[in-house]
């Protein structure tokens, strides 16, 4: 079993950054693929990025590509994604996901869900 926290959202100007932290629970969370999605209103939720396990592996939604980075610490068993060059467009709820298999965009494969961290950024 793993749980998810997500922490560090908020409320950020146009070409700002903020980085989402998301703590997780459990031993074994080293052998997880990490993935962040987000789901604006009246949308569906879609994939952001997401990381192997032991973090040498990496993917990217073209939307985000060059401007966010996601990074992991598994001592900490902790996920981050950097986010700089923030777009309006960008805002939405931004879940942390974990699946024991490799990394993939759809979130019906991700076995675990946080909470949610809502990021808003103003134009």
């Known amino acids: 079993q793993v749980q998810l926290v997500e922490s560090g959202g908020g409320l950020v100007q146009a070409g700002n950054s903020l980085r989402l932290s998301c703590a997780a629970s459990?031993?074994?969370?080293?052998?997880?693929?990490a993935g962040w999605f987000r789901q604006a209103p009246g949308k569906e939720r879609e994939f952001v990025a997401a990381i192997s396990g032991i973090g040498d592996s990496t993917m990217y939604a073209d939307s985000v590509k060059g401007r966010f980075t996601i990074s992991r610490g598994n001592a900490k068993n902790t996920v981050w994604l950097q986010m700089n060059s923030l777009k309006p467009e960008d805002t939405a709820v931004y879940y942390c996901?974990?699946?024991?298999?490799?990394?993939?965009?759809?979130?019906?494969?991700?076995?675990?869900w946080g909470q949610g961290t809502q990021v808003t950024v103003s134009s």
């Open positions: 459990g031993r074994t969370f080293s052998t997880y693929t």
């Open positions: 996901a974990a699946r024991r298999r490799l990394a993939t965009i759809d979130p019906t494969e991700y076995d675990y």
